[in-house]
């Protein structure tokens, strides 16, 4: 394990849980439903309608919308270490997490649907909110980006958007990225006068309408890879916060550790592809300005693997740590005046904190923490990003620098109070603002027609809303021990979970002769009544549904290519 580098305060190891700790927390599931057993799905004869699929698990798997499971599909790892794992699609509004924190993990369009914004006179065709006609996914960037600088970039899953494009020539001297972390458009749409910079941006850009993560889950650390690969987890392999690896053990998306969120970060432990700025950035000998500035290393699949890349260099990235600006120096470079000379959150903080009228550590009833789900994080990151640019000489010569920016607040806010929650408008305001800001610096300090930004998002937000019922977990792990552990060796038969995914302890399902697919068309069967715990009264808007099922499908890893089958979803598509 590497020594964390921080200039500043040190930081102790955090972990997501921080900032919502039921963007982990798994689903709880329970009661015995009783197994229609049968074969597998199988091909028909002779063509015609595929065979009806006898399992209870398929049942429910083969009536998925087509476009659900190519999202699924797309952000699976295919191969043995997981074939006894499930994907589980719970049934909206159903949703994993707590009373107030909703995970945003799965293939529905709330969660899918983002914004995807360009905006560069000269470079970018001003084409206000356009629609392209064909599917098209944050993945585009990368290969977008390569067209713009003229830049041979490997030929993947994506395809860039030659429509929105000029036949300009020229190239930008900079390209900014700047993501929304959980802007989705189900956000923005229900703070729709919080973000007027951004509407600005697509009049006089061009956004393409329609546009989507493209996989499923749709979870920070494998949505910003795709934007940097032109690929999809399935491809990339860096598939959501726990991944599973060839060798069985689960590790985080970037670091050993699961669910680790800190500055100390391993770039290549899951990442298969190289990145658009890796690639890009050697093959111009180290020349071009690369850059990130986000929250913690969950987005490292944006920026790729630095120094660690063969004939790569040390990239400037600054993590978020207690207020400091934090890196991995093994693979990443960190100007020591971002901290020393450059104002930290303090004043924004301040700014926040009077909005009531009053200096009392208060915003909106509550203390003014942690600092990424407040309105203070992107002014700050601003304050940042101007520093650098200035200090580091992007946009300065015709070599095209690279940019990129996470704005955290929106994501945080929603994972503590909720996207309906008034502290999401202020988040998205804050993101707003900052974007007003970046236009006018970028104007300042590389010219007006000689960069590209580009505004997108990782990911909508899951809504609370009424008849929806949030998974309880301790249920689960008791409901599945009494319905197929018989082992009495402290050992159950989910190893970890995640908000997209149970991890199954496959030796334990040998151990007790069970099945991933018989637990699959168990927990197919799971209602909202078997989930309720011991003394626990139902909501009453929540009554007429009580014995509807959590789950509109729950999926073993080696079960997906069949589901792909019965469904048609890659039919045409990727």
């Known amino acids: 394990m590497k020594r964390q580098v921080a200039i500043g305060r040190p930081s102790s190891k955090r972990r997501y849980a921080a900032i919502g700790a039921g963007i982990a927390v798994v689903a709880a599931m329970a009661v015995w439903a009783a197994l229609e057993k049968g074969s597998t799905l199988t091909p028909p004869r002779g063509g015609g309608a595929v065979a009806v699929p006898k399992q209870l698990f398929m049942d429910a798997a083969c009536k998925l919308p087509p476009d659900w499971v190519r999202t699924i599909h797309r952000g699976w790892d295919p191969g ?5 794992d499930l994907v589980i699609v719970p049934r909206p509004p159903n949703y994993i997490g707590g009373p107030i ?6 293939p529905y369009d709330y969660l ?9 006179p000269g470079f970018i065709s001003p084409l206000g909110r356009t629609e392209l006609r064909r599917d098209t996914t944050v993945a585009d960037l990368a290969p977008t980006y390569a067209r713009l600088v003229d830049f041979d970039f490997p030929k993947r899953q994506a ?6 494009l000029t036949s300009t020539t020229d190239r930008p001297q900079l390209i900014v990225t700047a993501v929304i972390d959980g802007g989705g458009w189900n956000v923005l749409n229900r703070w729709p006068d919080a973000w ?3 509407a600005r941006l697509m009049e006089e850009g061009t956004n393409v309408e329609g546009a989507t993560v493209g996989s499923s889950p749709s979870i920070t650390p494998a949505i910003h890879t795709n934007m940097s690969t032109g690929s999809f987890p399935r491809q990339h392999g860096v598939t959501s916060i726990l991944v599973r690896k060839p060798d069985h053990s689960i590790v985080g998306a970037f670091n050993e550790e699961p669910r680790y969120a800190g500055a100390e970060v391993d770039p290549s432990i899951n990442l298969r592809q190289a990145t658009l700025p890796d690639l890009y950035d050697r093959a111009m000998d180290n020349v071009p300005e690369v850059a990130l500035v986000a929250f913690g290393g969950y987005v490292t699949g944006l920026v790729g693997q630095g120094a660690g890349f063969e004939g790569g260099d040390k990239d400037i990235v600054a993590f978020e740590e207690d207020g400091h600006w934090a890196t991995d120096s093994d693979y990443y470079y960190l100007p020591p005046y971002l901290n020393t000379e450059v104002e930290g959150p303090e004043v924004d903080l301040d700014e926040v904190d009077r909005r009531d009228g009053q200096l009392d550590g208060e915003w909106r009833g509550h203390a003014i923490a942690p600092l990424d789900a407040t309105p203070a994080f992107a002014a700050w990151e601003n304050r940042t990003i101007r520093a650098l640019i200035e200090g580091e000489g992007f946009g300065r010569d015709d070599v095209t620098d690279l940019l990129y920016v996470n704005y955290k607040a929106p994501d945080a806010a929603g994972h503590l109070w909720n996207m309906i929650a008034p502290e999401q408008e202020d988040a998205i305001g804050s993101v707003d603002d900052a974007l007003g800001d ?4 970028l104007d300042e300090n590389v010219g007006r027609g000689d960069y590209v930004l580009v505004v997108t998002a990782d990911h909508g937000q899951t809504p609370l809303e009424p008849r929806g019922w949030p998974m309880t977990g301790p249920e689960l792990n008791s409901d599945l021990a009494i319905a197929f552990d018989r082992t009495d060796n402290g050992k159950g038969i989910i190893e970890a ?24 068309s168990f927990l ?6 078997d989930n309720l715990t011991k003394g626990v009264e139902i909501p009453e808007d929540l009554e007429p549904d009580i014995d509807e099922k959590f789950y509109r499908a729950v999926i073993p890893g080696r079960a997906i290519p069949d589901v792909v089958s019965c469904t048609g979803a890659l039919d045409g598509n990727q």
């Open 497 to 520: 979970s995640s908000a997209a995914t149970l991890f199954l302890n496959a030796k334990e399902l040998k151990r007790n002769n069970v099945s991933a697919e018989e637990v699959a």
């Open 112 to 120: 899918q649907e983002v914004p995807l914004t360009f905006y560069g």
């Open 159 to 164: 395809s860039p958007l030659n429509e929105i």
């Open 438 to 441: 970046m236009v006018q610096m």
């Open 101 to 106: 924190n909703t995970a945003h993990s799965g």
């Open 524 to 529: 197919s069967s799971y209602t909202i009544r």
């Open 80 to 84: 043995p270490a997981q074939d006894t």
């Open 196 to 198: 007027p910079n951004l």
